[in-house]
């Protein structure tokens, strides 16, 4: 049974409030690199790695804080019937009781999202994305990429899409709180193969990224990244600010 997205402008506006707080409470800094976001208002299909409980937080404040744009987000069936509230938010999916119905139907489901209709006056005005997770499930982080079918289906589904690469990684560097470091990927205009090989492709590409991210933070200060969420202090930058005003007083 399909369970299709419902967003509500208000609910929308809300969650992300909810999830900015949520990362500044647990990260240090938000950083993003690599390529600039595809300009213009044609669909994008974002597909990240799944490391971490945060990915789709972190997904939904790119989206909609960072790259201001109309985004949509795959979740399991179990989940929404659990937590109705994120079909509200964009997320929609299945419950896979007749697997090959429920895929064909979120397949649609997600080129009627990111069709370009005037007339369905969502997002207003806002780039539409699909942001997917193909591993499926949550594994650690350095694992080999293993990608299901579902972001190959869906790209065939809505082949105007643009694909893009997005590596995540959340590293725990020089700040008592792990920091979240986001390396976007140049965009790739779906091609017309067998979607096997679709998606072994796209799971090499994905795997260059967080190659790249990883050579990338090797640097004290990666080149080319921006903060794009600063959260709350650390008590050794406290410290460290405090021993830097005491150490420029001079004795009266």
Known sequence: ????????????????RYGRRLLRRAFARVWVGGAPWPAGDG???????????????????????????????????????KYPFFRRIGCFGAT??????????????????????????RGGGRPRSLWIFPQ?????AR???????????????APEALLVPVAVRYEVRNEQRPEVFVRVGAPLARPDEPPARLTRRLERRLQDELDRLDGDLTAAHPAGYRVVLAGRGSLSAFYDRTAGRLRGRTPE
């Open 1 to 16: 049974m399909l369970l299709d997205a419902r967003k509500h402008p208000l609910l929308e506006r809300a969650y992300a």
């Open 43 to 81: 669909p994008v299909i974002a597909f990240a790695n799944h490391s971490a409980w945060w990915d789709p937080v972190l997904a939904f404040f790119l989206s909609h804080d960072v790259f201001r744009g109309d985004g949509y987000g795959l979740m399991e069936g179990a989940q929404l019937l």
């Open 96 to 121: 896979m009781e007749h697997p090959a119905e429920d895929a064909r139907g979120l397949a649609l489901h997600a080129a009627r999202l990111l069709s370009n209709d005037p007339a369905s006056g």
């Open 136 to 140: 499926g499930v949550l594994l650690p």
């Open 143 to 157: 694992v080999p990429l293993a990608f299901r079918s579902g972001l190959a289906r869906f790209s065939r589904a």
